[in-house]
């Protein structure tokens, strides 16, 4: 399976670390100007939806963290950076540590 987004992880990580719901997070993020819905959380958590790069900013507001931290734990600099890439959005295994 090839996943349509990388930030999926740790929005679910930075969810549960906060005690949120799906459906609470979504009603947050509705307030800041996202009309998004808990299926379609779910979906994002699972990597099955792909992101926008501008709902990107709705989340790093909500969870009041840096873009960066939505991302996974990856060096761009890596040598192998296309290599780890492929791996990451072909492998449900495969989470960031956060």
Do not use: C
Not at 10 to 31: A, D, P, T, Y
Not at 61 to 82: A, G, R, W, Y
Not at 86 to 93: A, G, I, Q
């Amino acid at each position: 399976m090839t996943y349509l987004n990388i930030v999926g992880p740790q929005v679910m990580r930075l969810r549960v670390l906060r005690g949120w719901s799906q459906e609470m997070l979504s009603e947050k993020l509705r307030i800041a100007g996202w009309s998004v819905t808990g299926t379609s959380l779910a979906k994002l958590e699972l990597r099955v939806l792909p992101v926008a790069d501008h709902h990107l900013f709705f989340l790093a507001k909500i969870f009041d963290v840096l873009l960066s931290e939505l991302f996974p734990k990856i060096d761009p600099q890596d040598p192998n950076l296309h290599e780890t890439l492929n791996r990451f959005m072909s492998d449900s295994s495969w989470q960031d540590e956060g």
